[in-house]
Structures are given as C-alpha cells and as structure tokens.
C-alpha cells in the first residue's frame, strides 16, 4: 500500500449495511463522495494531497468496496442519501466541505435538498445529476440484469474491467486497474457489481432536479471535456441550473477524472475550497 491510500479502519453501522470510513489530516472537515462503480480508493491521491490543509473523510457505501454487500441489499439513491446524512451527523459535521464524483452527486445533492444538510461549499465532479444519466453500457446491463449476472466468473471479470477502462480517456495501469475491479469479484462481489445497477433509477434525480435553483452556496462542477459516460453537455446544464455554480473542464480526462487527471482536480479543488 502507498503512502497515498488509507485502510478504510473504522466503521459506522447504517441501515443498508456496515460503512467502511477513515478520516486523517488536520483542519476543518472535508468529505469526499465516490460513485459507481468505484470507491474511496480512487480518492487515494487527491485525498492526501488535501490532508494537508482538511480533516479528510473518505468512505465506501454500502454495496461498495470494503463497506457490505449482501443478498437483498438496498443500495438504491435514496438508500444511500439516507446512510450519508446519517454518516454525516456520526461524524458531527454540521457545514463541511464536500466533494462528490459520479453517483456520489446525487447523494450529496439529495441529502442537501431532501434532508437539509448544509455544506459549506459543494464540488461535483462528473456527477450524476440530470436525466439521462449512465453511459450505454450501464442502460444496457440495467436491462437485462439477469443475463449478464448469469455471466461465468473469467467473463464477468473481463466484462468489469472493460468497463471501468472506459471511463478513463487514458488506459490505467495494470495495478489501478486491479484494485478498481477487485471489489466486484467473488461470491460478495459479482452479485453486488449487478444489484448497484438494477437499482439505479433516475426517477431518483428527477425528484430533485428542479430544486437545484435553490440550492444557496459556493458550487464548483469540475468535468473531464472527453466523458463518454456523461458528457460534458451535462457539466454545462448542471452548472447553469445552479445558481452562481462555476465549470471547471479539464482537457484530456474522462469519466474517471481522478485518474485521468489527479494533479489537475487538485489544483482545482484546492483552490475552490479555500
């Protein structure tokens, strides 16, 4: 393990499953919300780099990563924007800083207009947020859920990891690429990989979109201009709906801006949450 990752060492027992979570650094709180289907751990460069000036909190959801995965498991949006803003109140934050990618935006912009949850500033980075959302790929295995999870385990994990390569712009690294994959592998992990995207509804952001307009605080949308799973068409509406919001495109990242980009996101992030 580099020095950049963190054991995810502490756990918080929500009501979809056991969260997996870490916090280091000093300063005032910073949260940082990962999508799907990935976790904390493509947080692992940026979150260092933060640590020195925040309190950073990195956490898997349920169904995620090292958090649990099990038979009948809710891992839908509403399940999971009720687990952070319960993790947000065991950890005591009442106005921290948050920064969510993919999937974590919907969470966060649902605690935030559902729940009331008070940030300080909001970054999103590809986010899921307007309809439509979810690359080709992901509308097709949501279709036909049953046929791909019927998958043999070597063709599953090809599938996985041509997938997860494509919300790069640049290929990965055979060891990114692993630790990317392994979590949706094995008895836990191959039903999990499959029951994240059955769940997915966008009935779940539609009940929010139109109170974007109120939301009352320093946004940042930061975007990877080569996106192929949500392109930045979606960056440019998302930014214009909220109002004062500010876009951040970064040339020559995709989905995965973290990897794509890291040095770039930080320099971005840190400079907006300052």
Known sequence: MSGTERT????????????????????????LAH????????WRHIAGALA???????????????????????????????????????WGLERPRVVAH?????????????????????????AVSLRPWGSEFFRLVAANTDVFAALPPHLHEALVRAYITSALHTPPRADTLAALTAPWLGEEGRPAFYRQIAQADERHT???????????????????????WLPIERGERLAAVIPGARLHPLDGAGHLVQEDAPAELTAALAEFLR
């Open 8 to 31: 995810l060492d502490r756990r918080f027992e929500a009501h979809n499953g056991t969260v997996r979570w870490t916090a280091f650094g000093e300063g005032e709180p910073l949260v």
């Open 35 to 42: 999508g799907t289907p990935f976790s904390s751990y493509v």
């Open 52 to 90: 020195a000036r925040y309190r950073v909190h990195v956490w898997d959801m349920p169904g995620y990563g090292a958090s649990a995965k099990f038979e009948g498991q809710d891992v839908s949006l509403p399940a999971q924007q009720r687990t952070f803003t319960a993790l947000l109140g065991h």
């Open 102 to 126: 993919d999937y974590g935006g919907a969470v966060a912009l649902r605690s935030a207009v559902l729940d009331g949850a008070a940030y300080d500033r909001l970054a999103l980075v590809d």
């Open 206 to 228: 539609a009940e929010v979109e139109d109170a974007y307009a109120a939301l009352d605080l320093p946004v940042l949308v930061v975007w990877g201009r080569e996106d192929s």
